[in-house]
C-alpha cells in the first residue's frame, strides 16, 4: 500500500489522521482537498509532502487554468512552510505547465518513483553505517515518524530500521511518543508493529535519560529541511534528543532523501518554523506550538542521503564517529565522509553541504 499515489484522475492517500484505529483511503479530487489534508496532517512527512506537492499541482493543470491555476500553485506550496519538499515537489511540477497536464503528471509521477527508489536507498546505507558505528544488533531510539507513512513505501531513519531487521540485525527500538500529535505513538507504533519489530514507546523527555542510562546505541531521526550548513530542521524534540545523544556520547543520525537538502538555507536560523495551533496542545488553554526546531549541525553524527553519508565538519575527531574510525573526505558512496565536495573540510564548525 502506498501512503500517497494518483489513481484516475485523483489523487488517493491514507488518511493518516485516523490510524491507528482505522486504515482508511481518501480520494481527493479538489486542490481544496489536496491543501487541507496537507494542513491537518491526513498525509505529512517531508517525502510524501513533495510528492503531495507535485500531484497537487498536476490536479489543479486539469482543473483550473489562467489565474486561478497561478493561485492554485501558490497555495498548493505554501500549504506548510516547513518541509522544503512541499514547496520543491510543487515547483518541480509547474514548471511543466507550459507543456499541458499530461507533462506535469509525468514529472508528478517521477517524483513519486524517485522518492520510493530513495527509501530502499537510505534504508541499505543508513542500516551500513549503524552497524560500523555500533557494532550488532543495535538499540535505536527514533523520534517522530519517519515511515512509509511519511514517504511512499519504505520511509527514511524507519526504513533503516526495517532494514536492520530484514537482515535480522536488529536489536530494539524505543519510538517517542511524539507530542503533541503522536506521530510516535500512532504511526510510528503501527508501522513497526505491522512489520512484526518489536518496540517500546517513551515519552518524548524520557529519550535523554534513556541514552544516559546505556540503553540507547543510536539516534535515529528524519528532517524537513536540512540546511547549506548542515543544521537539520525536524519535528519538535529532536533537538533535545540531539543534546542527550551528545552527552551520552551516541551517534544522531539523520536520514533525509537529497529532495530534503536545501542549499539556499545558509542556517537553521533562516528557516521558517511551523507555529500551530495552541489546542494541540491542551484544548482551551494558551499553549506555544511550534511544529519543528532546529539541531545545530555540531549535534549531528551523520547524514545519510539516498546518494552518500555526510559527516558534519563540527562533530569529527571526537565521539562516535571518531571512535568507529570513520574519517573525512568527500564521497558520494560508500563509507561515511564529511560533505565538502572538495574532500576538505571547511571552516572549523561550518559544514557546507556541496
Ligand atoms: O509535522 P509532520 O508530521 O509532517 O513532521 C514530520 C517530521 O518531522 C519528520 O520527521 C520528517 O518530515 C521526516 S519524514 C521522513
Known amino acids: 500500500m502506498r501512503t500517497i499515489d494518483w489513481a484516475d484522475g485523483a489523487i488517493e492517500i491514507v488518511d493518516q489522521t485516523a490510524l491507528p484505529a482505522q486504515t482508511r483511503i481518501l480520494r481527493l479530487s479538489t486542490v481544496e482537498e489536496l491543501v487541507s489534508a496537507v494542513r491537518r496532517l491526513a498525509v505529512r512527512g517531508a517525502p510524501?509532502?513533495?510528492?503531495?506537492?507535485?500531484?497537487?499541482?498536476?490536479?489543479?493543470?486539469?482543473?483550473?487554468?489562467?489565474?486561478?491555476?497561478?493561485?492554485?500553485?501558490?497555495?498548493?506550496?505554501?500549504?506548510?512552510?516547513?518541509?522544503?519538499?512541499?514547496?520543491?515537489?510543487?515547483?518541480?511540477?509547474?514548471?511543466?505547465?507550459?507543456?499541458?497536464?499530461?507533462?506535469?503528471?509525468?514529472?508528478?509521477l517521477a517524483v513519486r518513483d524517485e522518492e520510493i527508489a530513495n527509501s530502499s536507498a537510505m534504508g541499505r546505507r543508513g542500516?551500513?553505517?549503524?552497524?560500523?558505528?555500533?557494532?550488532?544488533?543495535?538499540?535505536?531510539?527514533?523520534?517522530?515518524?519517519?515511515?512509509?507513512?511519511?514517504?511512499?513505501?519504505?520511509g527514511t531513519a524507519l526504513a533503516v530500521a526495517f532494514e536492520l531487521h530484514r537482515r535480522d540485525a536488529l536489536g530494539s527500538v524505543i519510538a517517542s511518543e511524539t507530542r503533541p500529535l503522536l506521530q510516535g505513538a500512532r504511526l510510528t507504533a503501527w508501522e513497526l508493529g505491522q512489520a512484526g519489530i518489536p518496540f517500546r514507546l517513551s515519552v518524548d523527555g524520557a529519550g535523554p535519560f534513556l541514552m544516559a542510562r546505556g540503553e540507547v546505541d543510536a539516534v535515529i531521526v528524519g528532517a524537513d529541511r536540512i540546511?547549506?550548513?548542515?543544521?537539520?530542521?525536524?519535528?519538535?524534540?529532536?533537538?533535545?534528543?540531539?543534546?542527550?545523544?551528545?552527552?551520552?556520547?551516541?551517534?544522531?543520525?539523520?536520514?533525509?532523501?537529497?529532495?530534503?537538502?536545501?542549499?539556499?538555507?545558509?542556517?537553521?536560523?533562516?528557516?521558517?518554523?511551523?507555529d500551530r495551533a495552541a489546542d494541540e496542545v491542551a484544548a482551551g488553554l494558551p499553549a506555544a506550538n511550534p511544529a519543528f526546531d532546529v539541531t545545530p549541525h555540531h549535534l549531528v553524527t551523520a547524514i545519510v542521503t539516498d546518494r552518500r553519508v555526510v559527516m558534519p565538519a563540527g562533530s569529527l575527531g571526537s565521539g562516535p564517529a571518531a571512535a568507529a574510525g570513520l574519517s573525512g573526505g568527500g564521497a558520494d558512496d560508500g563509507d561515511a565522509a564529511?560533505?565538502?565536495?572538495?574532500?576538505?573540510?571547511?571552516?572549523?564548525?561550518?559544514?557546507?553541504?556541496?
Do not use: W
Not at 265 to 272: I, L, N, W
Not at 338 to 354: E, F, I, K, S, Y
Open 127 to 154: 542500516a551500513d553505517l549503524v552497524l560500523q558505528l555500533c557494532g550488532g544488533a543495535p538499540r535505536l531510539l527514533t523520534h517522530c515518524n519517519t515511515g512509509a507513512l511519511a514517504a511512499v513505501v519504505g
Open 227 to 274: 540546511c547549506a550548513n548542515g543544521d537539520v530542521v525536524n519535528k519538535i524534540g529532536t533537538y533535545a534528543h540531539a543534546l542527550g545523544a551528545a552527552a551520552a556520547g551516541i551517534p544522531f543520525l539523520v536520514v533525509a532523501p537529497e529532495s530534503t537538502v536545501d542549499m539556499d538555507t545558509p542556517d537553521g536560523a533562516a528557516v521558517e518554523i511551523e
Open 48 to 108: 510524501a509532502l513533495g510528492v503531495a506537492g507535485a500531484l497537487g499541482v498536476a490536479l489543479a493543470a486539469r482543473l483550473h487554468g489562467g489565474e486561478e491555476l497561478r493561485v492554485a500553485v501558490h497555495t498548493i506550496e505554501t500549504a506548510r512552510p516547513t518541509a522544503v519538499n512541499l514547496a520543491r515537489g510543487a515547483r518541480r511540477a509547474a514548471a511543466r505547465l507550459a507543456e499541458g497536464p499530461d507533462a506535469v503528471l509525468a514529472e508528478a
Open 338 to 354: 564529511p560533505v565538502g565536495g572538495d574532500g576538505g573540510h571547511p571552516a572549523a564548525g561550518a559544514t557546507q553541504l556541496a
